[in-house]
């Protein structure tokens, strides 16, 4: 039984750090994994690619954040909190 989740599914999670305001997603499409991290000042993508799974997406949209936050000067990132993305299908 194939457990892994359908096109369209996806996380996110939002990250405030110093003047920051991130969305990060984590997404299935048919072309496979995607992390992102959207910023929501700029109301634009400052980091995407492709991953090898949800969890592998989940964490390199950290790892986007983080050094994109580091550019900006901030060095801590809090906790990040991953929940049901409720604009993707659901699995």
Do not use: C
């Amino acid at each position: 039984m194939d457990t892994s989740p359908a096109a369209g599914y996806g996380v996110q999670a939002e990250v405030i750090a110093g003047d920051r305001h991130l969305r990060l997603f984590s997404e299935v499409s048919t072309l496979g994994f995607a992390a992102s991290v959207f910023d929501a000042h700029l109301e634009r993508f400052v980091g995407q690619t492709t991953a090898d799974n949800m969890e592998d997406a989940k964490n390199t949209a950290e790892l986007l954040a983080r050094a994109y936050l580091k550019a900006a000067g901030i060095l801590e990132i809090p906790p990040v909190y991953w929940e049901t993305n409720p604009q993707r299908r659901q699995r």
